[in-house]
């Protein structure tokens, strides 16, 4: 049986080249094609395409910008899927792409088995494209347990599999002792980001030193690219330091953090590690966001433990003195400190444990031994 996924960020390739492996030791004769990064590029065939370094993109501006770019690639996609006629088509995160080429896969071919993993977070911005969805989706495949229900609601049918990213983050533990000293920075996974937060986040530890010269700070930097940028942005660095792929052993060490919103409040979450939650993007991008986002928080972790866990620092309010403010009652205040890391117990008991990219691998094998979806919806 052939597979064809699509996967155009990061997180996604890492999530997907997981799920390939436990798909081959399930069924080692399957084929995986499609488009996706490194790491999927390498457990699959030879036909997979790497295009990560294009596809991902941050807000409306950039997206915009590369609207050429993206209509050839969704034609090109329509067309390798017609014609390699695979068993399945596995989507995988990536929701402004993936979506409307479920979408259109339907009309293209009414029987074609189409599988979303990761599911988008639709009930953050439009609930009532769940019944939309439920026309061209055979599957989704959730990541968090109160998904499955609002799927359901509209006669889609979901399966929570748990969080692939508590698998991998297993595996990083490092049982390090935590540094009183030592506060660390995550200020994102993309240039963009960088950008625009680790100013703020370099005049919050300006701060933070004026009030204890001896605190330190470690910066999380995603890619040499990012470390580079970071670097160019730093007039001081005695106090500041770069570290480039050690977010987790940073997590693990460092007394408290200020992180950017994104999949890193979970994995700060996981790792227990008490810190605040900073975002800003242009602001066009930021008034559109607003527009149609409409949930009370904008961290993970808030939003499974539907309260306010962790500070929150949005575009105008991501100021260094309110950070700063924030980061101090963490780091003075043991009972907010430790309440934090109680509340954080029980938000990663919600994620399923290790095992996820096994439950979706034996999903997507179960529904392939279904036969054709439906084309009456």
């Not at 390498?42 to 915009?64: H, T």
């Not at 996974?189 to 937060?197: H, T, Y």
């Not at 007039?235 to 940073?250: F, K, L, N, P, S």
Request: hydrophobic letters at 45%; aromatic letters at 10%; glycine letters at 6%.
């Amino acid at each position: 049986m052939t597979i064809y996924f699509v996967a155009g960020e990061v997180s996604a390739d890492n999530h997907g080249a997981a799920l390939m492996r436990s798909l081959r030791g399930l069924d080692p004769e399957l084929k995986f094609i499609g488009r996706g990064g490194p790491q999927m590029q390498r457990v699959a065939d030879a036909q997979f395409k790497n295009w990560i370094d294009d596809a991902a993109v941050l807000g409306l501006w950039e997206v915009l910008r590369k609207y050429g770019y993206f209509r050839e690639q969704f034609h090109q996609t329509l067309t390798e899927i017609q014609d390699s006629k695979p068993d399945a088509v596995v989507l995988i995160d990536y929701p402004g792409f993936n979506l409307r080429l479920a979408r259109s896969l339907r009309a293209q071919s009414p029987t074609q088995k189409t599988i979303y993993y990761i599911s988008p977070q639709v009930w953050a911005w439009n609930r009532g494209r769940i019944k939309k969805m439920a026309r061209f989706i055979d599957l989704v495949l959730c990541i968090f347990p109160f998904e499955t229900d609002l799927y359901a609601a509209s006669a889609l049918r979901a399966v929570f599999v748990g969080h692939p990213m508590i698998e991998r983050l297993e595996t990083q533990k490092i049982g390090a002792q935590r540094d009183p000293n030592l506060i660390g920075l995550f200020p994102g996974s993309r240039l963009r980001e960088v950008r625009k937060i680790f100013p703020v986040m370099i005049e919050a530890a300006r701060l933070l030193l004026q009030g204890n010269p001896t605190l330190r700070f470690q910066v999380a930097a995603a890619s040499e690219e990012l470390a580079r940028e970071m670097n160019e942005q730093l007039t001081d660095r005695r106090a500041i330091e770069i570290a480039v792929g050690q977010t987790a052993d940073i997590m693990q060490r460092a007394f408290v953090g200020i992180v950017a919103s994104g999949s890193a409040t979970l994995e700060a979450a996981y790792f227990r590690m008490p810190f605040v939650l900073i975002y800003k993007v242009a602001w066009p991008t930021y008034v559109a966001a607003r527009l149609v986002v409409n949930v009370d928080y904008l961290g993970m972790p808030n939003l499974l433990a539907g309260k306010e866990v962790v500070q929150e620092f949005i575009q105008h309010e991501a100021k260094p003195d309110a950070i700063t403010k924030a980061v101090w009652l963490l780091m003075e205040d043991t009972p907010a400190h430790d309440r934090m890391i109680s509340d954080f117990d029980a938000i990663i008991g919600k994620l399923g444990g290790t095992g996820a990219s096994e439950r979706a691998a034996q999903a997507i094998l179960e529904e392939l031994q279904t036969g054709a979806p439906s084309t009456t919806r």
